[in-house]
């Protein structure tokens, strides 16, 4: 069951991990890492190939009033966004270090998308009416910098905002 299905939380942007498919994590490792960051993660709709490799995954953050749904990719699809995302950032590149990076982007074939949500009132509340002011908290975006961080380590990989071409 993805967030999409859950009228408590909105979509509000995607961003991708790049990799080597090869290096794609088991469940036990990117649970024991989110454990790691003691932030209060739940895991929830784990789903995992023959070899306990991830295929996707929930994650709530219920701090930071967010929820991430991250899906494994490969194939031809991912090859070409690769390609069109290389292109656009190939004309922004100035630093040796952007150009390693766009390197290392031209061997990954495979990725995870990280799509982002914000806890939100029901749809059928006003949060203007709510009665506890932590109801009207507003999405912070730590969940999501960590997890897109945590998943580039695991990977060796590189996360990348895909509206912006920007590498973070």
């Given at each position: 069951?993805?967030?999409?299905?859950?009228?408590?939380?909105?979509?509000?942007?995607t961003?991708?991990?790049?990799?080597e498919?090869?290096?794609?994590?088991?469940?036990?490792?990117?649970?024991?890492?989110?454990?790691?960051l003691?932030?209060?993660?739940?895991?929830?709709?784990?789903?995992a190939?023959?070899?306990?490799?991830?295929?996707?995954?929930?994650?709530?953050?219920?701090?930071?009033f967010?929820?991430?749904?991250?899906?494994?990719?490969?194939?031809?699809?991912?090859?070409?966004q690769?390609t069109v995302?290389?292109?656009?950032?190939?004309?922004?590149?100035?630093?040796?270090?952007?150009?390693?990076?766009?390197?290392?982007?031209?061997?990954?074939?495979?990725?995870?998308?990280?799509?982002h949500?914000e806890?939100?009132?029901?749809?059928?509340?006003d949060?203007?009416?709510?009665?506890?002011?932590?109801?009207?908290?507003?999405l912070?975006?730590?969940?999501?910098?960590s997890?897109?961080?945590?998943?580039?380590?695991?990977?060796?990989?590189?996360?990348?905002?895909p509206?912006?071409?920007?590498?973070?």
């Open positions: 069951m993805s967030m999409f299905e859950n009228g408590r939380y909105t979509w509000r942007e961003y991708f991990v790049l990799f498919s090869g290096r794609r994590p088991i469940i036990d490792q990117l649970k024991a890492a989110l454990e790691g003691g932030k209060g993660f739940v895991l929830t709709n784990v789903t190939d023959e070899d306990n490799r991830i295929e996707s995954i929930s994650v709530l953050a219920p701090d930071d967010a929820a991430l749904d991250i899906c494994y990719l490969t194939g031809e699809e991912v090859l070409e690769r995302l290389l292109d656009e950032m190939q004309a922004s590149a100035e630093t040796d270090e952007e150009r390693r990076i766009l390197t290392r982007i031209r061997g990954y074939d495979a990725r995870f998308d990280v799509l949500f806890h939100t009132a029901d749809t059928h509340e949060p203007s009416d709510a009665e506890d002011p932590e109801e009207l908290e507003m912070n975006p730590g969940a999501l910098l997890v897109l961080e945590l998943l580039g380590e695991l990977t060796g990989g590189i996360a990348v905002d509206q912006t071409c920007t590498v973070l």
